[in-house]
C-alpha cells in the first residue's frame, strides 16, 4: 500500500525531470542551492549577530551606568568638600560657641549657592540646633539622629532616609511624598582646637532623580533605556517611588535576573576623601529591542541572498545556453547520419569535457581510426580552457576580496575616530588604556593620563557660532597630534573634552609634554571666518600608581585634577598627587 504512492511520486519527478530542458535544471539548480546557501548563513548570522548585539548593548549600557555612576560620585564628593571646608574655615573658629547669627547668615549663603541644600545646621556637642538656614530646627534636639552621632567621632555621610524632623517643616502640601535626604557631618573645632559641634547638611535626594532624568535624556536614542540607583542593600533608591510604581513607565522594575532584559551594573567608588555609600547603578533594556535590529539585519541579509539567488539563477539561465548548445549539435548531426550521404561522422564538439568524451566516443564508433589520441588531446585542450576561466575567477575574487577588505578597513575608522576632530573615540580608545593598564600591573611600565578641556568654550559658541566651535576643536585636535609621539594615544571623549594616553612616560614627562601642548594651543590664531579666535586650555595630569585598581581610577585623577587646573584659574597644568590607599585609611 504504501510502495504505490512512493512509486508515482518517483514518476512524477521523473517525469518532470525528463520534461525539463537541461539549461531549466541548470538555473533551477543554481537558484536553488543559492537560496540554500544564503538560508544557512542568514540563520548561522542570526545567531552570532544576535550574540555579538547583546554583547555589544550590554558594553553601551555599562557606559551610561558608569557615566550615571561617576555623576553620583562627583556630585557627593563636591557637596562633601563644600561641607568639610565650612567646618574647617578658620574664620568661623571663633564664632561657633559665641555668635549663631553669623554662622546663619554663612550657611544661608551656602545654601542659596546651591538648591540642593534642604537644611544645613550646626549643633552643639550636647545635640542642640545652635544656628541653621533659614532658623529651622533651631533649638530642637538632634542629639539621637544619626547623623549628628557619626558627624561627633569625624567626617560621616548617611544613606538616603526619610526627614523626620523637616519634614513637616519643608512639605508644602499634605498630599506631597515625603522627603528623602543625604546627609554629610563634619565634626568642628574651636580656634583653640577643642570640639564645639557638628556641622551637618541635609542634601534632597531629588538631584539624584534629576541626573537620572539628565542621563536617559542624553540617551534618547536607544529606545526603552531604563535606569536606577540601588543602595548598598539592593533596594532601589531611584527608579521607584515608595510604593515600589516605577516612574519612567509602567510596569518597568528592576529585575536583575529578567532574561527578557539586558542588564548593567557599575559600583560607585567614591571620589577624593569622599569614602562612597556603596550605591549601585542599574541600565536595563529590553532584549527585544536588540533583537529587533538583528532581524531587521537578518531580513536584509535574506533580501539581498534572494536577489543574488535570482540573479545567479538568470546567469545560469544564460550560460546553460553555452553548455546545452554543443550537445544540441551533436544530437542534429547525429540525426542525419544515414539520412545524408556527406554525412559520415558527426563534428568535434567543445563546450564541457563529458560533451568532448561523447563525440569523441560517437566519432570512434563510426570511424574506428585514431580516435583514443584525438580524445585525449580534446581533453587536454577543454581542461587548459577549464584551468584559464579558473584563474581568471580567482583573480577576480582576490580583488573583490582586496576591495572588500579596504571597505571593511574604511568602515572601522569611521566607527573608532571622532568625525569632529580626527581624534579616537572613547570605544576605540578604551582597549588601548586597558592594555596600558594590565602591561602596567605586569611589567611595571608606568604610563600617564591628560585630560584637557578647552577654556570658555561656551564663549566661543554663542559670540562666533557652533561651525567655529568646531573649527576650535578641529585646531585643539591638530595641534594634540602634533605634539604627542606614535606610541601615544590621543581621543576626544565628548564637547571640548580630550584624553592622553602617554605609554612609558612618568609625571614629570608628561608635565612638560602638557606644558607644550598648552602653550602650543595657547599660541593658536583660529580663522573661523567671522574673525580670529583664540583658546587656552585646562589639563589635568595624573601617573598610574599601584593604588589605582583599573585605568578608570587613573582617568578619574586627571580628572580631578583637570577640576583643580578649572577651579583655580585655568589655562594650567595641574598634577594629580594622590595618597596611597593605606595611608588614607
Known amino acids: ?10 514518476s512524477v519527478l521523473i517525469g518532470l525531470r525528463d520534461g525539463t530542458s537541461l539549461r531549466q535544471q541548470i538555473a533551477l539548480l543554481a537558484a536553488s542551492l543559492c537560496i540554500l546557501s544564503i538560508a544557512v548563513a542568514a540563520f548561522g548570522a542570526a545567531l552570532i549577530a544576535r550574540g555579538e548585539a547583546i554583547r555589544e548593548n550590554r558594553w553601551d549600557l555599562t557606559l551610561i551606568a558608569r557615566s550615571m555612576a561617576q555623576r553620583l560620585d562627583q556630585t557627593m564628593f563636591d557637596r562633601y568638600r563644600e561641607v568639610r571646608n565650612v567646618a574647617d574655615m578658620e574664620l568661623l573658629k571663633p564664632v561657633w560657641t559665641r555668635n549663631p547669627d553669623i554662622i546663619r547668615e554663612t550657611l544661608d549663603q551656602l545654601q542659596r549657592s546651591l538648591p540642593q541644600y ?45 526627614a523626620k524632623l523637616l519634614d513637616h ?10 522627603f528623602r535626604f543625604v546627609d554629610v557631618a563634619m565634626p568642628v573645632k574651636d580656634e583653640n582646637g577643642k570640639l564645639a559641634g557638628v556641622l551637618g547638611a541635609h542634601m534632597s535626594w531629588s538631584w539624584a532623580e534629576e541626573t537620572r532624568r539628565d542621563v536617559l535624556e542624553n540617551n534618547l536614542g536607544k529606545e526603552g533605556l531604563d535606569l536606577f540607583v540601588l543602595a548598598r542593600d539592593g533596594s532601589v533608591l531611584v527608579g521607584e517611588d515608595a510604593e515600589g510604581t516605577n516612574l519612567s513607565r509602567e510596569n518597568a522594575a528592576y529585575d536583575p535576573g529578567n532574561p527578557d532584559m539586558v542588564v548593567a551594573e557599575v559600583e560607585t567608588s567614591g571620589l577624593g576623601d569622599y569614602p562612597g555609600l556603596g550605591w549601585k547603578v542599574a541600565v536595563q533594556q529590553p532584549v527585544s529591542v536588540v533583537s529587533a535590529r538583528v532581524a531587521a539585519l537578518v531580513r536584509n541579509i535574506f533580501l539581498i541572498g534572494f536577489a543574488v539567488a535570482c540573479l545567479s539563477a538568470l546567469l545560469a539561465w544564460l550560460a546553460s545556453r553555452t553548455i546545452s548548445q554543443p550537445l544540441l549539435g551533436l544530437v542534429s548531426a547525429l540525426d542525419r547520419i544515414g539520412r545524408d550521404e556527406k554525412e559520415t561522422t558527426v563534428p568535434r564538439l567543445h563546450g564541457f569535457r563529458e560533451l568532448s568524451q561523447v563525440s569523441a566516443s560517437v566519432r570512434s564508433l563510426l570511424r574506428r581510426l585514431g580516435t583514443v589520441e584525438e580524445s585525449a588531446r580534446t581533453a587536454r585542450d577543454m581542461l587548459a580552457v577549464l584551468k584559464d576561466e579558473y584563474s581568471r575567477n580567482i583573480r577576480s575574487s582576490e580583488e573583490r576580496n582586496r576591495q572588500l577588505g579596504a571597505d571593511i578597513r574604511s568602515l572601522r575608522t569611521l566607527a573608532e575616530h571622532d568625525s569632529l576632530s ?53 585646531a585643539i585636535g591638530d595641534a594634540i597630534v602634533e605634539e604627542i609621539r606614535s606610541t601615544d594615544k590621543a581621543a576626544r571623549f565628548g564637547g571640548e573634552e580630550f584624553v592622553l594616553l602617554l605609554r612609558e612616560n612618568d609625571a614629570n614627562g608628561a608635565w612638560v609634554l602638557a606644558e607644550r601642548i598648552r602653550l602650543r594651543i595657547a599660541a593658536l590664531t583660529v580663522d573661523a571666518g567671522v574673525g580670529n579666535i583664540s583658546v587656552t586650555v585646562s589639563i589635568g595630569l595624573a601617573e598610574v600608581t599601584a593604588d589605582d585598581r583599573d585605568v578608570e581610577d587613573t582617568i578619574a585623577r586627571a580628572d580631578q585634577a583637570l577640576y583643580v587646573a578649572k577651579s583655580s584659574g585655568r589655562n594650567r597644568v595641574c598634577v594629580d598627587y594622590p595618597t596611597p590607599r593605606s595611608q588614607s585609611a
Open 1 to 10: 500500500m504504501i510502495r504505490k504512492p512512493i512509486s508515482r511520486i518517483t
Open 118 to 162: 534642604a537644611w544645613i545646621g550646626f549643633a552643639s556637642v550636647d545635640g542642640t540646633v545652635v544656628a541653621a538656614t533659614k532658623g529651622m530646627l533651631e533649638g530642637a534636639s538632634v542629639a539621637e539622629r544619626p547623623w549628628f552621632i557619626s558627624g561627633l567621632k569625624g567626617p560621616a555621610v548617611e544613606d538616603v532616609h526619610l
Open 169 to 178: 517643616l519643608l512639605r508644602t502640601s499634605p498630599d506631597e511624598a515625603p
Open 422 to 474: 580626527g581624534l579616537l573615540n572613547r570605544r576605540a580608545f578604551q582597549p588601548f588604556a586597558e592594555d596600558a593598564f594590565a602591561t602596567f600591573q605586569r611589567h611595571d611600565r608606568l604610563f600617564s593620563v591628560l585630560m584637557i578641556d578647552a577654556d570658555h568654550f561656551k564663549t566661543v559658541n554663542d559670540q562666533f557660532g557652533h561651525r567655529a566651535g568646531d573649527d576650535v576643536i578641529r
